[in-house]
């Protein structure tokens, strides 16, 4: 897949899932497109897992900003999400209901604290109509920045067939 058209899509709240998605964009030459949610609250402490397990729960799709790549454009999309309340986050369910991809090739990994639960499994069954090459959950990636570099690195080169 050489001269694939590789995106890779995600939503960071507080920076772990934005270093994977970089390696990863570096590692395989990719674009990279954040989603951004319109409004985006920045609570601190136990109401952080309040806000965004609530809005989990709720199955909210809070609106984002106008995207700056247009992933039907690509042949392979690598699509990141930080963990919350044993799901993907909302920013990301906004963005699989509103693009529905289908017929994509698309790799899937997640950001934990150390319980990703089913959030690769959700995933794949939201993103039901494409091919899943792969799936990756890493741990607190900004504590290992070396070993998750080497492992998102390693596993995106293979996904790419590179
Ligand atoms: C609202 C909220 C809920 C979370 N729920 C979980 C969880 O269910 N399981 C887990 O292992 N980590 C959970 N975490 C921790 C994050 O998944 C983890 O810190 C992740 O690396 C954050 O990614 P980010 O820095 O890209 O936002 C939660 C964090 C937040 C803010």
Redesign the pocket.
């Known amino acids: 897949m050489s001269n694939a058209r590789i995106l890779v899509i995600y939503y960071?709240?507080?920076?772990?899932?934005?270093f994977v998605a970089q390696t990863i964009a570096e590692a395989v030459g990719a674009d990279l497109l954040e989603l951004k949610p319109t409004k985006e609250l920045r609570p601190q402490g136990l109401m952080?897992?309040a806000w965004?397990?609530g809005q989990v729960m709720m199955k909210t799709r809070p609106e984002l900003q106008p995207l700056d790549r247009d992933p039907a454009a690509y042949d392979l999309l690598f699509i990141g999400t930080?963990?919350?309340?044993?799901n993907y986050a909302p920013p990301l369910r906004s963005f699989i209901h509103s693009a529905r991809l289908s017929g994509k090739q698309v790799a899937l990994f997640c950001?934990?604290?150390?319980?990703?639960?089913k959030t690769l499994p959700n995933m794949i069954k939201a993103l039901e109509g494409n091919e899943v090459l792969g799936a990756l959950d890493l741990r607190?990636?900004l504590d290992h920045r070396e070993e998750t570099a080497r492992r998102a690195a390693d596993w995106a080169r293979g996904i790419a067939g590179e």
């Open positions: 960071s709240h507080e920076g772990n899932t934005r952080k897992y965004g397990g930080p963990v919350w309340a044993w950001c934990h604290g150390g319980d990703p639960s607190s990636p």
